[in-house]
């Protein structure tokens, strides 16, 4: 039996279709922060269960979502995001008949209305409720396996070349901003919490090491270019995948300049 979970925070806008597309879902839950909009009244109305809590984090939103779910396994989706009815035969496939306890799913993002084809991602969103948990990073939370015996506190992260995990072959849909400014307003926001998080660890969200020199956001863009555009070939999705490599790019750059505030160094300057 399945569990599908989405967090929410004003998400009016988005919850119905996503609510919709996780239909065959033995149970839906919505863990909602506190919504000012009609999120909870939509949801409601679709048959969702509705708990509404003060926001938290995201990893933490996830779990507690998790505490309230009776089946084996468990889906998470976001608010903006679409289950096609592929990827939704898959998934029923996999839980009825698992290989592994993890499984990972591709992504494709919708930006200004275009499929960005080329530049899909993935990430763990289905695994058994007795396999896991998320963790507790303040942006791009991950998955973290539970220990092989009871004695250990070893709890290690997921990864998708690992023996634990698969990847599904359909995509999940990212119904991203339907306008530049909608983007901007969000990048905003997640560039401070990426800003917090490498204060904290010392590495980019990638798990590569960071060091605090002037030259870092500059390096962090031009890598985040070249890599999106040419490596990923975003430049065959048209205007609205160079656009979205650019913001990408601007994103790390940004990233990187409130990374270096935190630790009182000036990207316009070598130190």
């Known amino acids: 039996m399945l569990t599908t979970i989405i967090i929410t925070k004003n998400e009016e806008k988005n919850i119905a279709r996503a609510i919709q597309s996780a239909s065959f879902s033995d149970d839906i839950i919505v863990v909602d922060a506190q919504s000012t909009d009609q999120t909870a009244t939509i949801a409601r109305r679709l048959g969702a269960r509705v708990i509404s809590r003060p926001w938290s984090g995201y990893g933490v939103q996830k779990n507690f979502g998790a505490e309230q779910a009776q089946t084996t396994w468990l889906l998470y989706l976001d608010a903006d995001e679409e289950i096609p009815p592929a990827l939704a035969n898959e998934i029923k496939t996999v839980t009825n008949q698992p290989t592994v306890d993890f499984y990972w799913l591709k992504i494709t993002t919708v930006f200004l209305n275009k ?32 220990p092989d015996h009871a004695l250990s506190n070893d709890f290690k992260l997921v990864r998708l070349d690992d023996s634990f995990s698969r990847l599904l072959q359909h995509s999940l849909l990212h119904h991203s901003h339907p306008n530049l400014a909608s983007y901007l307003t969000k990048m905003h926001h997640y560039t401070s919490l990426d800003a917090k998080q490498i204060t904290i660890t010392q590495r980019h969200r990638s798990g590569r090491s960071i060091r605090p020199v002037w030259w870092l956001p500059y390096h962090l863009a031009f890598r985040q270019l070249v890599k999106l555009l040419i490596y990923r070939r975003g430049l065959l999705d048209g205007w609205p995948g160079i656009v979205w490599c650019i913001l990408s790019s601007y994103y790390e750059w940004e990233m990187g300049q409130k990374y270096l505030a935190q630790t009182n160094i000036s990207s316009s300057k070598a130190n």
């Open 115 to 146: 499929p960005l084809t080329h530049l899909g991602g993935h990430n763990l969103r289905l695994f058994k409720k007795s396999a896991g948990r998320w963790n507790q990073s303040h942006v791009h939370e991950q998955v973290q396996r539970y």
